[in-house]
């Protein structure tokens, strides 16, 4: 519509203008001053736009005299194409797209021809520097990668040689004897569990000087060499024959058949190279040496008095000996008042394996408490008495046998608690010493602490009595006595 608009008022004008040059013309015919022939150039007036396709027209005036000469025709403009390509489908990195090239005027926007095209792949397009995924060892390859900044997916990837190994000197790890081979190691730099093994020559051996030794009973003469590197490695050739007359190597001679008294004895020595070589000889009847039995006991002995034995001999029962026996021994150790042994007792402050007892015993009432007196851990020898009266505490003791029993240090105390003591030895206590049959305050002593520990720990030398009997520690009824006891303790 206005492509059209602008034509209509292109004629109209071209109209008006035509009638007033007409008009002019007329006016100055008479005045025409190019009568036949026009003297001037020419002005053209375009009448009709020509276009890319359509003829356009123009009007020629004379310059001179302003006379229109006549109308020209303009050639059509032709078309002034411009190609575009308008993408269907993109074109990627290995796949080719599709689209349109469509040609069309540039001035009058006519389209003037569209075909389908094919758009050729792109090409991947990767960056110069690449990036290291696995790096490489001395005998591994590793690999290298870099990604299309058209498309992250696609990935290229090179292996990267592996770098060989960078082996340090050889070190000795194992020294060649003179018969086995050593071995050399060397470590690669890069990686020291990657080692590489060689082996070293033999050293062979270097011999000392021969030493010959003389033939024996068994052996002939052999000349041995010793290697000065290892001195296990010999070598030993022989010579000559076996000495049967003065190769022996004779042992002791040893009794194997004793004489008595009724029969001959044997003698024998083997020789040391060869055990089947013997040598005896008689050993002549012995009237003493009887082959006595174990004995038996026909007078037991006592502490003050000897025993005796009577032997008779096994090959002649009318071979007798009678043999007197010791008397009893004295025994030297400790008595002490039957209770808990320090040892077991974690009230004690001092660490001891002693065996030694302390005796816990309840002061609030008035009575005789009576325990019992043991020797060397042992044996029970004897009674110790506490007596209890009006506040005030007597300590006395009786032993089993006297005749057999010898106190060499009397020593007994009470104290509060067992742990009141610093040393255990009697010996070392003295100065907490109470006297046989002594009278103790104990509210003086004690205030109102009726709990206290009886300590009698005394030494001396004793024999055995058949009134002594042996200590049941873990008997039922002393069990029962140490847990009272235990319970006193504090």
Not at 26 to 40: K, L, T
């Amino acid at each position: 519509m206005k492509k059209g608009r602008f034509i209509c008022k292109s004629v109209v004008f071209v109209a008006v203008l035509a009638l007033l040059l007409g008009l002019a013309a007329f006016a100055a015919a008479e005045e025409n001053p190019c009568a036949v022939v026009h003297q001037g150039g020419w002005r053209y007036v375009v009448t009709l736009e020509p276009t890319c396709t359509e003829t356009g027209s123009r009007d020629k005036y004379c310059m001179t005299c302003g006379q229109k000469i006549g109308t020209e025709t303009i050639s059509a403009i032709g078309h002034k194409p411009q190609e575009r390509l308008e993408v269907n489908q993109a074109a990627k990195c290995t796949s080719a797209g599709s689209g349109q090239k469509i040609t069309q005027c540039t001035v009058c926007r006519a389209i003037i021809s569209v075909v389908d095209v094919t758009i050729p792949a792109l090409g991947h397009d990767y960056p110069s520097d690449w990036t290291v995924t696995k790096q490489p060892t001395c005998e591994g390859t590793g690999t290298k990668q870099r990604v299309c900044r058209r498309d992250s997916s696609h990935v290229e990837t090179e292996t990267i040689n592996a770098l060989g190994h960078l082996w340090g000197d050889w070190t000795v790890t194992k020294q060649p004897t003179c018969e086995g081979t050593g071995t050399e190691t060397r470590v690669c730099a890069r990686d020291s569990s990657h080692k590489e093994t060689r082996d070293k020559e033999p050293l062979g051996h270097l011999w000392g000087a021969p030493v010959t030794k003389p033939a024996t009973c068994i052996a002939p003469a052999t000349t041995t060499k010793i290697c000065q590197r290892d001195s296990s490695h010999k070598d030993t050739s022989t010579s000559g024959s076996v000495d049967l007359v003065n190769g022996h190597v004779w042992g002791d001679w040893k009794v194997t058949k004793k004489p008595n008294c009724t029969e001959e004895g044997v003698e024998t020595r083997i020789c040391k190279l060869d055990s089947s070589h013997i040598q005896t000889r008689p050993l002549a009847v012995v009237p003493s040496a009887h082959v006595w039995d174990n004995g038996t006991v026909i007078k037991e002995p006592t502490y003050t008095e000897e025993g005796e034995k009577l032997f008779v001999c096994t090959l002649n029962p009318d071979h007798t000996k009678t043999v007197k026996l010791d008397t009893r021994p004295w025994n030297n150790n400790t008595v002490c008042a039957f209770g808990p042994r320090l040892s077991e007792t974690n009230l004690y402050p001092y660490n001891t394996d002693a065996w030694y007892m302390f005796t816990p015993f309840d002061a609030s009432n008035n009575g005789t408490q009576t325990f019992e007196l043991v020797a060397s851990n042992t044996y029970i020898v004897g009674k110790v008495t506490l007596t209890i009266r009006d506040g005030s505490l007597k300590i006395d003791y009786t032993l089993a046998d006297n005749s057999k029993f010898d106190i060499t240090l009397e020593f007994f105390t009470v104290l509060n608690r067992i742990n009141d003591l610093t040393q255990y030895e009697p010996e070392q206590l003295m100065d907490l010493r109470i006297g046989k049959g002594e009278t103790i305050n104990l509210e003086e002593k004690f205030g109102d602490d009726t709990s206290l520990v009886l300590y009698f720990c005394s030494r001396c030398n004793y024999r055995f009595s058949k009134k002594y009997t042996l200590l049941a520690y873990n008997s039922a009824v002393h069990q029962r006595m140490l847990d009272d006891m235990r319970k006193l303790m504090d």
